[in-house]
Nanobody, 127 residues
């Protein structure tokens, strides 16, 4: 069973940066599309960013474009979300997720295809 563990969350001032990492165990991430989601108190879960199996395709929520960058390192079985210029509205629990593919693909997973989830890491942006 694929297990995902996030790390890197914390408290940061507005304008600051954080680097979230998600390490997988149990299976190689080579055949998985990967994504980051977040959920703030009282709000629905939001898809933040995702990356294809090939790594050639990425997408971002409009609210984070130009500030967040997703990347993957298959050798380390890891997906990273680099976040800069953080805002108070970025405060949320951040989850990584994985979607299994049977073939090498540039396609980005649909949200319903993410079937493996981490436990989340808290990001708080506050002065």
């Amino acid at each position: 069973q694929l297990q995902l563990v996030e790390s890197g969350g914390g408290l940061v001032q507005p304008g600051g940066s954080l680097r979230l990492s998600c390490v997988a165990s149990g299976y190689s991430l080579d055949n998985y599309g990967l994504g980051w989601f977040r959920q703030a108190p009282g709000k629905e879960r939001e898809r933040v960013s995702s990356i294809s199996v090939s790594g050639r395709s990425t997408n971002y929520a409009d609210s984070v474009k130009g500030r967040f960058t997703i990347s993957r390192d298959n050798a380390k079985n890891t997906v990273v979300l680099q976040m800069v210029s953080l805002k108070p509205e970025d405060t949320a629990v951040y989850y990584c997720a994985a979607a299994h593919y049977l073939y090498y693909s540039d396609a980005l997973p649909a949200t319903y295809e993410f079937t493996s989830w981490g436990q989340g890491t808290q990001v708080t942006v506050s002065s």
